[in-house]
């Protein structure tokens, strides 16, 4: 992997990460959860309903749509 494609992948995960505060309502494939903090590099989330925090890739959480209700 050459520097300007590594860096680039890097500055959108980070960038990604700083976007998410903790607390924040996310999406976990098709379940809600809640941001927690990052770890490892991995997001520490709590689905909605569980009591029980996971970590989890932080590729594979996306913000809830919004929807006008």
């Given at each position: 992997m050459d520097t300007i494609a590594g860096a680039k992948i890097l500055q959108e995960r980070f960038s990604r990460s700083a976007s998410l505060q903790p607390d924040q309502a996310v999406?976990?494939?098709?379940?809600?959860?809640?941001?927690?903090?990052?770890?490892d590099s991995?997001?520490?989330i709590r689905h909605w309903?569980?009591?029980?925090?996971v970590a989890v890739p932080l590729e594979s959480?996306?913000?809830?749509?919004?929807k006008p209700r």
């Open positions: 999406m976990h494939g098709d379940r809600r959860a809640t941001f927690i903090r990052m770890s991995a997001a520490i309903g569980d009591s029980h925090a959480l996306s913000l809830p749509s919004r």
